[in-house]
């Protein structure tokens, strides 16, 4: 291997949604620091972090049947059973949910947490509260999809947040999505909320870190493994 390759392969990809985002940021820089030069040095940091935000490294996913994989990169805020939002079409019964909070400093770059086909996406308006906070899943802006896998069908909803203003799918209906495939991302700041049938055991806990594409959230395939009530016998 080269110098040049070693270099290169310790550089982390930066996704093509951040580049318009990085060339106004140092054009910005370079203008404003004509003038001040102070500003251009606070510049040149701020467009090192647009850079750090819009990092899209390589995952190594898991592989085996059933398993559900996180979404994004972040802490989990919630895990519970909740009834999915309406646009999502699953039902009105309650589902397992995963929620994971992402903040500035996470990697946005979204992955598909079980391998699929699209069956629906449901965009939705709406506010832009605390992505942290339990309302945020029915009071924000966000985007849901539905992926069909045999006779599964789990959601997995993309919420703006507090900061956040631009949530991005690159799906469609209709589209197949590979486990931990990118199917979008969001812009500064927000959350993911995984839905699963009811009975599934949750593999995570709240404020533990996760790492898209490669932390497990669930095993389908695994016997419900909730405590059963205890029979005494007299």
């Known amino acids: 291997m ?20 990085i060339a106004i940021s140092v054009v910005a820089t370079v203008v404003v620091g004509w003038f001040v030069d102070p500003l251009f040095w606070i510049g040149l940091i701020f467009t090192g972090w647009v850079c750090y935000f ?3 490294p390589q995952r190594v996913t ?47 770059v979204n992955r598909a947490p079980l391998g699929g ?49 631009r949530i991005v799918c690159f799906v469609r209906e209709g589209e197949s999505l590979g486990t931990g495939e990118r199917f979008g991302l969001i812009r500064f700041g927000s959350r993911l909320d995984v ?19 490669e932390t497990v959230l669930f095993d389908l395939l695994e016997p419900d493994a909730r405590p059963r009530p205890v029979t005494r016998i007299s």
């Open 2 to 21: 080269s110098l040049v390759d070693s270099i290169t392969k310790a550089f982390v990809p930066i996704h093509r949604e951040g580049w318009p985002f």
């Open 54 to 56: 819009f990092r899209d």
């Open 62 to 108: 898991p592989v085996g049947d059933g398993l559900v994989i996180s979404p994004a990169d972040g802490t989990v805020s919630h895990v519970g059973e909740v009834i999915p939002p309406v646009e999502l079409e699953l039902g009105s019964a309650p589902m397992m949910r995963v929620s994971i909070f992402m903040n500035v400093f996470n990697c946005h």
């Open 117 to 165: 086909r699209v069956i629906r996406v449901a965009y939705r308006a709406g506010k832009f509260l605390n992505a942290e906070l339990d309302k945020a899943s029915e009071d924000n802006e966000r985007n849901g999809l539905v992926i069909e896998h045999g006779d599964t069908r789990i959601g997995v909803v993309q919420i703006a947040g507090l900061v956040a203003r």
């Open 195 to 213: 839905y699963v049938p009811s009975g599934n055991v949750a593999k995570v806990h709240v404020g533990q870190t996760m790492i898209a594409g």
